[in-house]
């Protein structure tokens, strides 16, 4: 049986890659959407989409009877999830086949052994495959969960049994703590896949992190397409993925594809899934299977040269897989970074906001799920996209990787891409020395933003006050904002005083700037250092630069409050605001707490009138399926508070004033 038209139901850069492969085999497409994605990047490109909810995921993608409608109105035959949102759910799966539609992914029966992960473990363990030593049971409530960590031990791992992704799971290294910890991982459990059920494990230290990408027809035919290193996470999520796993024995990492086969096997396993294993030392043990495909699947399809969803998409239609264990060859190196819309400098806050302008490099794999002018909302993933190099050895890759990171740009939110580019160049990613605690215990280092180079800043600053001026540039007097050019000096001379601030990575840079000069010249001065630089407009956003002696070109995007600017010497996103608006910005006062970013209170822990010490914890705001905890920044008395649990609160509006 061969598929006629597929309906997708996801989004964003999953949604577009599912599109590409259905396209290329010549079959039909659809996808669907909610109210904030009308304009999305996956619609555009889908190009037929239905809506099919608000905003909010459990009206939207979340929908199955929405969804299951939209599929037969158009006249799908199938439906693809992607991942996350209904990809693993046992009800969706059941719901569409008995519409008569074939769901691309695995039975029922079996995303309901696999997705909890507490069965998940027992199958394993009767496999005689190792387990992570811990409690099978899924516990409903936080009395069952303290009850259950005090046999266990600390460390211990609290984990949501329907999750994924890193999400819904806290390490507990005090029992102090363990009510509060556990009522923090069910509630983000719930938000995050509707089910508050949590296990409770046995922490491994310093573990790596591999899975094994699996693919079966249904009929006990399983092979798997080797294995890959997901070891860098940042708090159990991952942020670079790679294949094959370096600096682990071939027969080593065998044992573990051997064993992932087996379970396979054992629930006559039907489409592409992923079984997942901690590593230390000569020892492994499963941690947890995810019955769908995974975001980091590129990786594998780049070492293998197999389309995975290309997979799929054949076992689906009753193909098989069309491909033996034989056949399958490892080639080289992939490694993949994940570009997302979040603040490393704001302890990693999701960042919202329009996209004013992306540059992805076009040398490298790319998949992406927006573009210039897309939203980046609180109620989804913020993902940008993701690049994925092969190189047939590692460091190859991973220098590749490096460059492209440095040719890639996006200015209207703050991103992760500064952050990467530290990653990639720690001394101990380079040789492949990973775990699952080395970007924590690194954090700090990494997350700092290294300083830009003075002409960048410079230029930046210039091009950013030429912006403002009339395009001819003859009237002086015609200008967006003071910049102190002076008449009678004869010279060229900075502002004595600052008119702009540019800031990037948490600093702060204050701008003197001189008028025009012949050849629209200018003098930029910067704390101690000053420079005489000239411009010179080129096509659309590029520029000629000269700074004193040498010239270099520039590629500068000017947005409402910020300028990227990318060349030879790396990319930065300054923002920027007059001098003297951020002086009466910085008298706003110190006892107002005000939301970081668009999202929903989830909890109040105060009440007006409370003492509150500096650092407590006033509420806890939830956007883009994380929690972030709302912190006095003083002590003193809670005089007033703005908001209330299950309010929806817009980034900057004041939450509560201390006194």
């Given amino acids: 049986m061969t598929l006629q038209k597929v309906l997708i139901a996801n989004r964003g850069e999953i949604a577009c890659r599912i599109a590409r492969s259905c396209r290329a085999l010549g079959i039909g497409v659809a996808g669907v959407h909610s109210e904030a994605d009308r304009g999305a990047r996956h619609v555009r490109e889908i190009g037929a989409s239905t809506l099919i909810g608000g905003a909010q995921a459990g009206e939207s993608y979340l929908n199955i009877e929405a969804i299951i409608k939209a599929a037969k109105d158009i006249g799908a035959d199938a439906i693809h999830p992607g991942y996350g949102f209904l990809a693993e759910s046992a009800e969706f799966a059941r719901r569409v086949e008995s519409e008569g539609l074939i769901f691309i992914g695995p039975t029922a029966a079996t995303l309901e052994r696999l997705g909890d992960k507490g069965e998940a473990k027992a199958l394993a363990k009767s496999l005689k495959i190792p387990v992570i030593p811990g409690n099978e049971t899924a516990f409903m409530s936080v009395d069952e969960i303290a009850r259950a960590a005090e046999e266990t031990g600390v460390p211990l791992l609290l984990k949501a049994v329907a999750g994924g992704g890193g999400r819904g799971q806290r390490v507990v290294r005090d029992l102090e703590t363990i009510s509060e910890d556990a009522e923090a991982a069910m509630r983000e459990a719930r938000a995050g896949f509707g089910d508050s059920a949590i296990i409770v494990e046995k922490f491994i230290e310093a573990p790596r992190h591999v899975e094994i990408q699996i693919a079966g027809d249904g009929e006990g035919e399983v092979v798997h397409l080797y294995e890959r290193d997901c070891s860098l996470q940042r708090r159990r999520q991952k942020v670079i993925e790679e294949a094959p796993a370096p600096n682990l024995p071939r027969e080593f990492l065998g044992r573990i594809a051997r064993d992932a086969v087996a379970l396979g ?395």
């Fill in 265 to 659: 096997k054992a629930l006559d396993y039907r489409g592409v899934g992923t079984l997942e294993f901690l590593v230390k030392g000569d020892e492994y043990w499963f941690l947890e299977a995810n019955p769908r495909i995974q975001v980091e699947h590129p990786v594998t399809e780049a070492v293998t040269g197999i389309d995975i969803v290309a997979l799929q998409l054949r076992i689906a239609g009753g193909d098989g897989l069309g491909v033996g264990q034989s056949e399958v060859r490892l080639r080289g190196h992939a490694v993949e970074a994940r570009i997302y819309a979040e603040d490393p400098m704001q302890n990693f806050a999701p960042s919202t906001g329009r996209i004013e302008h992306i540059v992805l490099p076009d040398n490298v794999r790319v998949e992406a799920g927006v573009g210039d002018g897309d939203e980046i909302t609180p109620h989804y993933d913020p993902m940008i996209a993701k690049l994925i190099v092969h190189k047939p050895q590692r460091a190859q890759a991973m220098k590749a990787l490096g460059e492209a990171l440095e040719a890639a740009s996006v200015s209207g939110v703050a991103t992760n891409i500064g952050f990467l580019r530290k990653v990639l160049g720690h001394d101990e990613v380079r040789r492949g020395a990973v775990s699952t605690e080395l970007l924590d215990r690194e954090l700090g280092a990494l997350s700092q933003a290294a300083a830009p180079p003075l002409e960048l800043i410079t230029a930046a600053a210039a091009i950013w006050t030429l912006n403002g001026r009339p395009p001819s540039g003859d009237d002086l007097w015609k200008r967006r904002m003071f910049t102190g050019w002076r008449l009678g000096t004869g010279r060229n001379e900075p502002s004595p005083v600052a008119l702009l601030r540019l800031s990037h990575g948490g600093r702060d840079f204050a701008a003197r700037i001189s008028g025009f000069g012949h050849g629209s010249r200018f003098t930029v001065a910067v704390g101690d250092e000053q420079k005489e630089i000239g411009l010179r407009h080129m096509d659309g956003d590029d520029w000629l630069v000269r700074d004193e002696d040498r010239e270099f070109r520039l590629t500068a995007r000017v947005g409402a409050g910020d300028i990227s600017v990318m060349s030879a010497r790396g990319s930065v996103i300054f923002a920027v605001a007059s001098e003297l608006d951020m002086m009466a910005a910085d008298r706003e006062p110190e006892g107002h707490l005000t939301s970081p970013l668009m999202g929903q209170i989830v909890k109040v822990m105060v009440g007006e009138g409370d003492a509150i010490a500096a650092g407590d914890v006033v509420a806890v705001l939830e956007s883009m399926k994380m929690e972030i905890p709302i912190k006095a920044t003083r002590g003193g008395s809670l005089a007033r508070l703005y908001c209330s649990e299950g309010d929806r609160v817009e980034r900057g509006q004041l939450l509560a004033e201390l006194e």
